[in-house]
């Protein structure tokens, strides 16, 4: 399994970013696919989550509003859509999966790279 994750980048506050999460090796559309950041000195925060057939979504408190996770089962793509975003959001945004399950809890099995995310004027 390869978690493969892109899109992030420096914006400004009050701005939008869309992240993106390849996902390679998984043998059905089962998995459950979500976000975690971590920001410097901070432990690592689940942030959102989507389950396979029922897409059903989770989204930690401090983005709800403003973060929108889709997936693209066809291309085998999770996205996270940032909009509103504040100086607090800066962190390395990564993507984490489990083979199958529910969302939530946040998968945690497999993990990707990371992509740093930094809000700044």
């Known amino acids: 399994v390869q978690l493969v994750e892109s899109g992030g980048g420096l914006v400004q506050p009050g701005g939008s970013l869309r992240l993106s999460c390849a996902a390679s090796g998984f043998t059905s559309d089962d998995y459950v696919i979500g976000w975690f950041r971590q920001a410097p000195g901070k432990e690592r925060e689940g942030v959102s989550c989507?389950?396979?057939?029922?897409?059903?979504?989770y989204y930690t408190d401090s983005v709800k509003g403003r973060f929108t996770i889709s997936r693209d089962n066809v291309k085998n793509m999770v996205y996270l859509q940032m909009n509103s975003l504040k100086p607090e959001d800066t962190a390395v945004y990564y993507c984490a999966a489990d083979p199958w399950g529910t969302c939530p809890p946040l998968p945690r099995s497999y993990w990707g790279q990371g992509t740093q995310v930094t809000v700044s004027s």
């Open positions: 989507i389950s396979s057939s029922y897409g059903s979504t």
